[in-house]
């Protein structure tokens, strides 16, 4: 039988964790093979220097969404390619 309780909700699974150490049940758990990325999607990292009103706009977009800046910036940048693949 595990050390680690069975949780029926997600707030005790993570009141349990707020209060103990996983690596007192590293015996008990078992290494999970890690994939970087999601299948079918690529990652690519960019660098992107942008004026301060350019980020601040970005930021006070995205806090009203309540979405990270990154995601907004991806969300827009799929949304520009989708309408420049659209055009003839």
Not at 31 to 55: C, H, I, N, Q, Y
């Amino acid at each position: 039988m595990s050390k680690i309780p069975q949780f029926q909700t997600l707030d005790e699974l993570v009141a349990f964790w707020e209060t103990h150490d996983f690596t007192d049940y590293m015996d008990v758990m078992e290494e999970v093979p890690f994939e970087e990325g999601a299948p079918g999607r690529k990652t690519m990292s960019l660098r992107v220097l942008l004026d301060e009103s350019t980020w601040e706009q970005l930021c006070t977009v995205a806090a009203k969404r309540g979405v990270p800046s990154d995601r907004l910036a991806r969300e827009w940048l799929r949304e520009r390619l989708n309408r420049e693949m659209a055009m003839p």
